[in-house]
């Protein structure tokens, strides 16, 4: 789609007007809808949106934050939510389903706004538990026993709680783990790109060294692209769904206008309003101390986020941003085969310590690459 910004007029600008005003955040619109213009107040209402909805905050409408605006218009109740194979449903109204099924205690899985397999199969076992039509269609009768009945479960959050069950049950072995590398952009997408040197590269060079330390470790890795391609991130979320990949990992660098940002950050799958990925911010947590503790790099710290990529994966997925190629300091370091190997390493102990669950744990940026292997055939001898 095209991309909106301030100065733009016209009908396009008029829906996005609409929507903000549905929000709250903006008034209503009087006038032509064809002279609605993007101005201050626009930018600003659209920057308040995507700062509540984990989304990046730039003041610009491009496809997510256009996906985004169109899924808030939808409350429950105001349409009939059922599974289409070809085109999901997505909206506010199917996020609000899944947390009141998962609070009734049926299993819709994680709560992301569309509706998939797992959350008509929910719909079903609640609507057959209570002598309702079957169909895994909720319509106005299954929406009034889901407003009339009190919830099984009160906090907590089921769904990510069998996140951690999950890790727990899988054991400290990384043997057998699959895992799924993204580098991000790729082919024509060049992301970040300052002074010849393009973030797609750097991405994949990082994904082919992580690739092989996973590799050695008896890990299944798996590189969500080629080294000219760029999937869109719903394909690289199914990739990573279809081969039930146990974590999904994406790495990126990024730019700024101002030479001055510099530093390293991790995200992972998070509203802003609580809902959050408990994994996922916990392998975030321990992979961007790993990084900070190993390169002295700036710490841009951690934070959630409900991009696309993140949202759609099934398993924990959290994405790092290794550095500014456009701040002198971090890009020189970039360019250093030996601060990626520093890097792809950090990531790999990250993972190991998620998995240990803080037993036979070692201080932060002191765990290393050669301990690794050493702890993993140790354990296999034992076993």
Same mark, same amino acid.
């Given at each position: 789609?095209?991309?909106?910004?301030?100065?733009?007029?016209?009908?396009?600008?008029?829906?996005?007007?609409?929507?903000?005003?549905?929000?709250?955040?903006?008034?209503?619109?009087?006038?032509?809808?064809?002279?609605?213009?993007?101005?201050?107040?626009? #930018?600003? @209402?659209? /920057?308040? !949106? *995507?700062?509540?909805?984990? =989304?990046?905050? +730039?003041?610009?409408? $491009? %496809? &997510?934050?256009?996906?985004?605006?169109?899924?808030?218009?939808?409350?429950?109740?105001?349409?009939?939510?059922?599974?289409?194979?070809?085109?999901?449903?997505?909206?506010?109204?199917?996020?609000?389903?899944?947390?009141?099924?998962?609070?009734?205690?049926?299993?819709?899985?994680?709560?992301?706004?569309?509706?998939?397999?797992?959350? #008509?199969? @929910?719909? /079903?076992? !609640? *609507?057959?538990?209570?002598? =309702?039509?079957? +169909?895994?269609?909720? $319509? %106005? &009768?299954?929406?009034?026993?889901?407003?009339?009945?009190?919830?099984?479960?009160?906090?907590?959050?089921?769904?990510?709680?069998?996140?951690?069950?999950?890790?727990?049950?899988?054991?400290?072995?990384?043997?057998?783990?699959?895992?799924?590398?993204?580098?991000?952009?790729?082919?024509?997408?060049?992301?970040?790109?300052?002074?010849?040197?393009?973030?797609?590269?750097?991405?994949?060079?990082?994904?082919?060294?992580?690739?092989?330390?996973?590799?050695?470790?008896?890990?299944?890795?798996?590189?969500?692209?080629?080294?000219?391609?760029?999937?869109?991130?719903?394909?690289?979320?199914?990739?990573?769904?279809?081969?039930?990949?146990?974590?999904?990992?994406?790495?990126?660098?990024?730019?700024?206008?101002?030479?001055?940002?510099?530093?390293?950050?991790?995200?992972?799958?998070?509203?802003?309003?609580?809902?959050?990925?408990?994994?996922?911010?916990?392998?975030?947590?321990?992979?961007?101390?790993?990084?900070?503790?190993?390169?002295?790099?700036?710490?841009?710290?951690?934070?959630?986020?409900?991009?696309?990529?993140?949202?759609?994966?099934?398993?924990?997925?959290?994405?790092?941003?290794?550095?500014?190629?456009?701040?002198?300091?971090?890009?020189?370091?970039?360019?250093?085969?030996?601060?990626?190997?520093?890097?792809?390493?950090?990531?790999?102990?990250?993972?190991?310590?998620?998995?240990?669950?803080?037993?036979?744990?070692?201080?932060?940026?002191?765990?290393?690459?050669?301990?690794?292997?050493?702890?993993?055939?140790?354990?296999?001898?034992?076993?």
């Amino acid at each position: 789609m095209q991309l909106l910004h301030r100065g733009d007029v016209g009908p396009a600008v008029s829906e996005i007007r609409n929507v903000l005003a549905t929000l709250g955040l903006l008034p209503p619109l009087n006038g032509h809808v064809g002279t609605a213009t993007y101005d201050e107040s626009v #930018e600003h @209402a659209v /920057r308040t !949106f *995507q700062q509540q909805r984990g =989304l990046i905050t +730039d003041g610009v409408v $491009g %496809p &997510a934050t256009y996906r985004a605006l169109t899924d808030a218009k939808w409350r429950l109740g105001d349409r009939s939510l059922a599974y289409f194979v070809s085109r999901p449903i997505s909206g506010d109204d199917v996020f609000a389903l899944q947390e009141r099924l998962l609070e009734l205690g049926y299993d819709a899985g994680r709560p992301d706004g569309i509706f998939g397999r797992q959350t #008509e199969h @929910a719909l /079903r076992n !609640f *609507q057959r538990e209570y002598a =309702l039509n079957s +169909d895994g269609i909720c $319509g %106005p &009768a299954t929406l009034r026993s889901l407003r009339q009945l009190a919830p099984k479960v009160r906090g907590g959050r089921p769904v990510y709680l069998r996140e951690q069950e999950k890790v727990r049950r899988a054991g400290p072995r990384l043997r057998g783990k699959r895992i799924v590398i993204d580098p991000g952009h790729g082919g024509s997408d060049r992301g970040a790109v300052v002074n010849g040197v393009a973030e797609a590269d750097l991405a994949w060079d990082f994904a082919r060294r992580l690739e092989g330390r996973m590799v050695a470790t008896g890990m299944e890795a798996l590189i969500s692209r080629g080294p000219n391609s760029c999937p869109a991130d719903a394909d690289r979320a199914a990739f990573a769904n279809e081969a039930g990949a146990d974590l999904f990992l994406s790495l990126h660098v990024d730019a700024n206008r101002s030479q001055q940002a510099q530093g390293v950050a991790t995200f992972h799958f998070g509203t802003g309003n609580g809902t959050t990925s408990n994994v996922g911010e916990a392998l975030a947590g321990f992979l961007q101390r790993e990084v900070v503790a190993r390169t002295a790099m700036l710490d841009c710290r951690t934070h959630p986020k409900s991009w696309e990529v993140l949202r759609w994966t099934k398993m924990p997925a959290v994405r790092i941003e290794a550095g500014y190629l456009s701040n002198p300091q971090d890009r020189a370091r970039l360019l250093d085969p030996g601060f990626r190997d520093v890097v792809a390493e950090a990531v790999l102990v990250a993972v190991k310590r998620l998995y240990l669950l803080g037993k036979d744990d070692q201080p932060t940026g002191t765990f290393t690459f050669d301990d690794l292997l050493r702890y993993e055939l140790s354990r296999a001898e034992g076993a």
